[in-house]
């Protein structure tokens, strides 16, 4: 079992920037693909970014550029950067830890709110 908790969320005005972090319970984060998702309420989850075991990182078309996914396999963290936010990137943010169907697991959210 693997316990996922993310923090860094909040309102920040357009253009501004964010950190989340995601830290996770256990000794085998360096084995899992990270992945970032958000949801708007109403809407399906959809994935934002993420990074395999061995750092290898990709973006949705609407995030990149603007998006950086990173991992510290020695704090248990995986980060997410985001700058040059915009309203439309107001969601929830969901970390999440996958090694399988049998084997994934998520972190409760984070609000990111863009807004002036």
């Known amino acids: 079992q693997v316990q996922l908790v993310e923090s860094g969320g909040g309102l920040v005005q357009p253009g501004g920037s964010l950190r989340l972090s995601c830290i996770a319970s256990?000794?085998?984060?360096?084995?899992?693909?990270m992945n970032w998702y958000r949801q708007v309420s109403g809407n399906e989850r959809e994935l934002v970014a993420k990074?395999?075991?061995?750092?290898?990182?990709s973006y949705a078309d609407f995030v990149k550029d603007r998006f950086t996914i990173s991992r510290d396999n020695t704090k248990n963290t995986v980060y997410l950067q985001m700058n040059s936010l915009k309203p439309e990137d107001t969601a929830v943010y969901y970390c999440?830890?996958?090694?399988?169907?049998?084997?994934?697991?998520w972190g409760q959210g984070t609000q990111v709110t863009v807004s002036s």
């Open positions: 999440n830890a996958y090694r399988g169907a049998k084997d994934e697991y």
């Open positions: 990074i395999t075991p061995g750092r290898d990182a």
């Open positions: 256990g000794s085998l984060f360096k084995f899992y693909f």
